[in-house]
């Protein structure tokens, strides 16, 4: 059965650093499309980045320079190093993974997460 556990989130003052974990169970993070997607009260979910099985990456244009993913195999994780935080990106973050599709979008991932909650105080 899979499933991914988040962690990580909590408030943050504008310009602080946080880490989102996800612990993956059920599958192997290597050999699975994984991703971070988040969604702001009274806003679209939007995907902030992907990593593909084959490790190739990409962000939206709001976090790139600011946000790191990667993916742990040995424990089965995947992160997301968040860096010089915005009050912008203020959102329920959610933990995506897929075996056949990788994309910028939120249909192409099967299973999700329950989500962590990041807030940044400006």
């Known amino acids: 059965q899979v499933r991914l556990v988040e962690s990580g989130g909590g408030s943050v003052q504008a310009g602080g650093s946080l880490r989102l974990s996800c612990e993956a169970s059920?599958?192997?993070?290597?050999?699975?499309?994984m991703g971070w997607f988040r969604q702001a009260p009274g806003k679209e979910r939007e995907a902030v980045a992907i990593?593909?099985?084959?490790?190739?990456?990409n962000y939206a244009n709001s976090v790139r320079g600011r946000f790191t993913i990667s993916r742990d195999n040995a424990k089965n994780t995947l992160s997301l190093q968040m860096n010089s935080l915005k009050a912008e990106d203020t959102a329920m973050y959610s933990c995506?993974?897929?075996?056949?599709?990788?994309?910028?979008?939120?249909?192409?991932?099967?299973?999700w997460g329950q989500g962590t909650q990041v807030t940044v105080s400006s």
């Open positions: 995506v993974a897929d075996r056949e599709f990788c994309a910028m979008e939120f249909h192409a991932y099967t299973f």
């Open positions: 990593i593909c099985d084959t490790g190739m990456r």
């Open positions: 059920g599958f192997s993070v290597s050999k699975y499309n």
